[in-house]
């Protein structure tokens, strides 16, 4: 049986952290493959008029083509590089819950992310994206400083 373990990166450090943690662990199970995440946050709530309707589709398949290119397929590049099984997603959504279903459908038995926040208010009304993801996965979530 393979274990898959879904690294969620956000761009910075941490993620880093992530990835490193990730291999780590992946080099003492016999059969694991890599799952890199990134998701671009992205609300429904957010109201726009016709104009920014019209250019919506556009601009999300611009920002996961950014996404991919500058994230993604460089930590996956570097995993496959390194003898480990990796591939790669990018998708718009709620962080947490995002990143819990990619794992869900991808048969993930744990998510690998780096401890990274918001701040001030945002933290206080909504909570960190980390702290909804340990709350809410369906499956073990292992947090790296």
């Given at each position: 049986m393979t274990t898959?373990?879904?690294i969620g990166l956000d761009?910075?450090?941490?993620?880093e952290r992530a990835i490193a943690f990730a291999k780590d662990l992946a080099a003492r199970i016999s059969s694991c493959e890599l799952l890199v995440v990134y998701v671009i946050e992205w609300s429904p709530f957010t109201f726009q008029t016709p104009e920014e309707n019209a250019q919506r589709h556009?601009?999300?398949?611009?920002?996961i083509e950014l996404a991919t290119t500058?994230?993604?397929t460089p930590a996956v590049d570097a995993l496959n590089a390194a003898g480990?099984?990796?591939h790669g997603i990018?998708?718009?959504g709620d962080?947490?819950?995002?990143?819990?279903?990619?794992?869900?459908?991808?048969?993930?038995?744990?998510?690998?992310?780096?401890r990274a926040?918001?701040?001030?208010?945002?933290k206080r009304l909504f909570g960190s994206s980390t702290q909804n993801l340990v709350m809410h996965a369906d499956v073990p979530v292992t947090v790296v400083n």
């Open positions: 898959k373990i879904v761009g910075t450090e941490t993620g556009k601009r999300r398949e611009e920002e500058r994230i993604v480990f099984t990796a990018v998708r718009h962080v947490a819950e995002t990143l819990n279903a990619i794992t869900v459908e991808n048969g993930g038995n744990q998510i690998v992310v780096g926040s918001a701040d001030g208010f945002k």
